[in-house]
C-alpha cells in the first residue's frame, strides 16, 4: 500500500498528458451531450445585436489568429450567423496579420453557404487586415475609408454600396471583437466606447476573460464571451450547435480528471508524510 | 491541394505534441518551420495590405492631394538605418514619433479607461451583498498594496482579508487558464480526428 501510495505522489507527468489525451478524444468520439445552460454575461451580448433595428452596420473585428481558433472561431461563426439572421449589415476587419484568413473562411462557410442571397458590398463587406491597432481605430472614427482605402478583395472602399452609408465608426450599431489579446478588446473599449461612445462587446480567450470582468461590472463592455465555454452559450441562443458545443463536454469531462488528479495526488502525499512523521 | 495541406498541418501537429514526451528534433523542426512562415507572412501581408494602398497608391495616383503621406514614407525607411553602423542614429527619429505617439494615444486612453471609469464604477450604494463584497474587496485588496504603514492591528486584518480577495481572484484566473488549454488540446484533437482521420460524428 506504502509503495502504491509513494509511486502516486512520484507519477510521471507523461502518464498524465496521455490520460487527458485519451479522455478528449473518447469524449470527442463518443460524442458525450451534457447540459448546458446560458450565462447572463452570454445573454447580454445576444441581446445588443438581437435589439438592433435591422439593417443596423455592425462592426466585427478578427483580432486572433488560428493559435486561438479553438475558443474563437465557433463564437465567430455563431454571431455572424445572428448577424445574418437579423438582417445586419456586417463589416469585417481584423488587428492581427495571420488571423485575416480566418474572416474570409468564415464569409466562405457561414454567408456564403447558408445565406447565398446576402450580396457582398451591400450586406456585409470584408475590409482585411490593416497594422496600427489604436491609430487605426482613432482614424477609422474619422474615416473608414481613409483607414482602408480598399478592401480585402481590392475593391475601392468609397465605391461599395454599404460603405457610402457606413463613413465612420461612429456609424456602427455596435462593435464586436474576437480577441486573442493585444491588439484586441481592450482597445476597442479605451477607444470605441470609452473615447466614441460606441458600444462593445465580444469575445475573448479563456484566459483573458477574468481580465475583462472589470469592464463588464463597470458597463465599458455589453456582455462578454469566456472561451469554449461563452462560444458554447452562444450556439445555444443562436439554436446551432457547432465545435464549441460539442468541445464542451470534452472540456468538462478533462476537468472531472483534473480535479480526480489533484484529489488523488493530495491524499496521496498527505497519507505518505503522515507515515513518514510516525 | 487541401488535402495536402490538412496532411501537412496533421503531421506538424504530431511534431509538436512529440514534445510532450520530451524535446526532440522533430519539435525543433517544425517550432522553425511555424517562426520562419509568420515572419514571412507578416512581410508580405504588411507590404499588400499596408504600403501599397496607404501609401505607394496615394503617392502614385493621387499625389497632389496627400503630400502628408511622405512624411509617414521617410519615417518609415528611416528604420532601415538599423542595418547602418554609420547611421543608425537616424532611426531615432522614427522610434521617437512612435513611442511619442503611443504614449500620448495609451495614457489618455488608460486614464479615463482603467483608471477613471474603474473607480466610478467602485463608488455605487452598499444596499446589495453584492455592492457591499465588491467595495470591501476593493479596499482589503488596496490595503495589502499599502506598504508605508506596517501590517498589524486593523491594517493587518485588512490585509489578510486582501490577500483572500487576491487568492480567489488567481484561482479564477488559474480555472479559466486550464480551461484555455484545454480548449487548444480540443481544438487540435477535433482537427486530428475529424479533418484529418474522419472518425468524429
Redesign the interface.
Known amino acids: 500500500m506504502k509503495t502504491f501510495l509513494e509511486r502516486l505522489t512520484r507519477i510521471d507527468r507523461r502518464w498524465i498528458f496521455l490520460a487527458m489525451g485519451l479522455t478528449v478524444a473518447l469524449a470527442l468520439l463518443i460524442n458525450v451531450k451534457l447540459p448546458m445552460t446560458v450565462s447572463g454575461d452570454v445573454k447580454q451580448a445576444y441581446d445588443l445585436l438581437e435589439k438592433l433595428p435591422e439593417g443596423s452596420p455592425v462592426l466585427f473585428s478578427w483580432d486572433y489568429d488560428p493559435g486561438s481558433m479553438p475558443e474563437l472561431y465557433p463564437l465567430s461563426a455563431a454571431m455572424l450567423r445572428h448577424a445574418m439572421r437579423r438582417n445586419l449589415k456586417v463589416v469585417m476587419m481584423g488587428h492581427w496579420v495571420t488571423g485575416t484568413p480566418l474572416i474570409e473562411k468564415q464569409v466562405s462557410e457561414v454567408i456564403r453557404t447558408e445565406y447565398p442571397g446576402k450580396v457582398y458590398g451591400r450586406d456585409y463587406v470584408n475590409l482585411g487586415y490593416k497594422s496600427g491597432q489604436a491609430v487605426l481605430v482613432v482614424t477609422m472614427a474619422k474615416s473608414i475609408a481613409d483607414a482602408f482605402p480598399q478592401d480585402y478583395y481590392k475593391n475601392r472602399t468609397d465605391t461599395l454600396e454599404l460603405m457610402k452609408q457606413v463613413k465612420s465608426l461612429k456609424d456602427m450599431g455596435a462593435v464586436v471583437s474576437f480577441s486573442a489579446g493585444d491588439p484586441g478588446l481592450i482597445m476597442w473599449i479605451q477607444f470605441a466606447w470609452q473615447r466614441f461612445g460606441v458600444p462593445v462587446t465580444g469575445g475573448c480567450t479563456a484566459v483573458s476573460a477574468p481580465e475583462f470582468s472589470a469592464y463588464l461590472q463597470s458597463g465599458q463592455l455589453v456582455g462578454l464571451m469566456g472561451g469554449m465555454r461563452g462560444a458554447a452559450e452562444y450556439e445555444v441562443l443562436v439554436d446551432h450547435p457547432g465545435a464549441a458545443s460539442t468541445g464542451m463536454s470534452a472540456q468538462s469531462l478533462a476537468h472531472f480528471l483534473i480535479v480526480g488528479f489533484i484529489l488523488v495526488g493530495n491524499i496521496a502525499f498527505f497519507l505518505t508524510r503522515k507515515k513518514e512523521e510516525k | 491541394m487541401a488535402v495536402f495541406g490538412i496532411w501537412l498541418g496533421a503531421l506538424l501537429t504530431l511534431c509538436i505534441y512529440s514534445f ?2 520530451k524535446d526532440n528534433p522533430l519539435y525543433k523542426f517544425a517550432e522553425h518551420v511555424y517562426v520562419g512562415i ?1 515572419a514571412g ?2 512581410v508580405a ?2 507590404f499588400h ?2 504600403v501599397l ?2 501609401l505607394w ?2 503617392l502614385t495616383t493621387n499625389f497632389a492631394h496627400k503630400y502628408y503621406l511622405i512624411i509617414p514614407g521617410v519615417m518609415g525607411l528611416l528604420v532601415f538605418f538599423a542595418f547602418s553602423r554609420k547611421h543608425n542614429w537616424l532611426l531615432r527619429f522614427p522610434i521617437s514619433m512612435v513611442v511619442g ?2 504614449a500620448g ?2 495614457v489618455t ?2 486614464l ?2 482603467d483608471v477613471l ?2 473607480t ?2 467602485t463608488l455605487i450604494p452598499m444596499n446589495s451583498l453584492n455592492n457591499f463584497l ?1 467595495v470591501l474587496g476593493v479596499l482589503a485588496t488596496l490595503v495589502y498594496f499599502f506598504f508605508s504603514a506596517e501590517h498589524k492591528g486593523f491594517i493587518g486584518a485588512g490585509a489578510k482579508l486582501g490577500v483572500w480577495y487576491l487568492m480567489i ?1 488567481f484561482g ?2 488559474f480555472g ?5 488549454r ?9 482537427f486530428l ?1 475529424g479533418d484529418w482521420l474522419h ?3
Open positions: 510532450l514526451y509568420s507572412y507578416f501581408a504588411e495590405n499596408v494602398p496607404n497608391n496615394p505617439m503611443g494615444l495609451s486612453a488608460f479615463s479607461t471609469a474603474q466610478q464604477a465588491l481572484a479564477a484566473a479559466y487558464t486550464v480551461m484555455a484545454i480548449s487548444l488540446l480540443i481544438g487540435r484533437m477535433q480526428l472518425i468524429l460524428k
